[in-house]
């Protein structure tokens, strides 16, 4: 098989969307989102980085020759910062916690965090080729500090850990790049 730099891909533009835990699915690259998820804003210039830890285990025979490797655990996380104030970074980045308020008066009272499982959504596109990552059962399990000053933006570090859904599947990928085939 000839080397192809056309099945070389980019995020070039990319949204991450989350919405609460029985939202519809997509089940393809390019359908339409369920009006519940809601886009996240402006990523940070390092993207989305998606992540798996794997904690294995070697078998070995009475030579200390490994003759198997057994999988123990998994983990996958996605890991962005999102650069925008609104109220969807708010309530993803303080988990637990809602904006209320109306007309410009706005207070969002953080509580310790609970539980706040979600769906969540990655929608990349190089081109004219679309990748979707659906996250069904994810979570918030790590944030970053948020800083105050002249010389930067706030940002909203977060890492999302995917839990496995009703079926077992922990992320779902779709894409409708014909390399795939």
Request: negative net charge; hydrophobic residues 35%.
């Amino acid at each position: 098989m000839a080397a192809d730099p056309a099945n070389i891909k980019s995020a070039v533009t990319g949204v991450v969307s989350v919405a609460p835990p029985g939202t519809t699915l997509p089940t393809d690259s390019t359908t339409a989102l369920d009006v519940a998820l809601t886009d996240v804003g402006e990523i940070g210039e390092d993207g989305v980085v998606e992540s798996w830890d794997d904690s294995q285990t070697d078998i070995k025979n009475n030579a200390g020759v490994t003759v198997r490797r057994l999988l123990n655990e998994t983990a996958a996380t996605l890991q962005f910062t999102m650069l925008e104030s609104t109220s969807t970074t708010q309530e993803l980045f303080y988990k637990g916690s809602t904006v209320t308020g109306t007309a410009g008066a706005y207070a969002l009272e953080i509580s310790a965090p609970q539980a706040d499982p979600r769906v969540f959504v990655l929608d990349t596109l190089d081109g004219s080729t679309h990748e979707r990552i659906v996250v069904p059962n994810g979570e918030v399990t790590d944030r970053g500090d948020v800083t105050y000053a002249a010389s930067g933006v706030r940002q909203y570090e977060v890492t999302v850990t995917a839990y496995p859904d009703d079926t077992g599947v922990l992320v779902y990928k779709y894409s409708d790049n014909t390399a795939w085939a």
